[in-house]
């Protein structure tokens, strides 16, 4: 049974503005006494590739790659202590892949009861071609998914029949509890 008034709250981070948004944004409109908040950022696995494209010398791979995780490792600090001057009770977690699936992953393994993430507010055309991770999970995720976009960032698309309007923090308190 689990603990009453405990959840596990997953904020997908990449250090952007966008995500510190939905940072911003949990802390504002839906931070709980007792949640848990796990950070996930993801290590994106596709520059290995492109290195390699470029006809690289194993020498330069090993450069970048190590100078990615150098920046990755800074980007996991940064984020902690983000945590830490919120005084969120939380953690940072990094995993490796294809962003979007690393982030559901992630989420059912800890068991989260929510997924706050940021959007880019790209149009039908740029997704298309490059793909959205907040698409993908919300797409994709078994648990509520809170997508925060920037009002500033916010292009007027037309509404789509699973978002949900949250203009207040009562909004979000009946959309994680069902009401």
């Known amino acids: 049974m689990a603990d ?3 959840r596990t709250v997953v904020i997908a981070m990449d250090g952007s503005l966008y995500s510190d948004y939905a940072f911003d944004w949990y802390t504002q409109n839906a931070t709980k006494e007792n949640d848990e908040v796990l950070i996930i950022t993801c290590l ?4 290995c590739t492109a290195y390699m494209r470029r006809n690289s010398s194993t020498d330069e791979i090993r450069k970048q790659l190590q100078q990615d995780m150098d920046i990755h490792a800074a980007l996991e600090d940064h984020l902690q202590l983000k945590l830490t001057n919120a005084g969120i009770n939380g953690s940072v977690f ?3 892949g294809k962003p ?3 982030i559901i992953n992630a989420a059912k393994e800890k068991h989260a009861s929510v997924i706050i993430c940021g959007s880019r507010g790209h149009g039908k055309l740029r997704r298309t071609i490059m793909g959205s991770i907040s698409s993908y999970i919300v797409h994709h995720s078994d648990i509520p998914v809170i997508v925060c976009r920037h009002k500033d960032h916010h292009h007027h698309h037309q509404d789509h029949p699973h ?3 949250i203009d207040s923090p009562s909004d979000v308190s009946n959309l994680l509890h069902g009401h």
């Open 100 to 102: 979007g699936e690393a």
């Open 94 to 96: 990094s995993c490796y």
């Open 44 to 47: 994106d696995n596709h520059g």
């Open 163 to 165: 978002h949900v309007h």
């Open 4 to 6: 009453s008034g405990k």
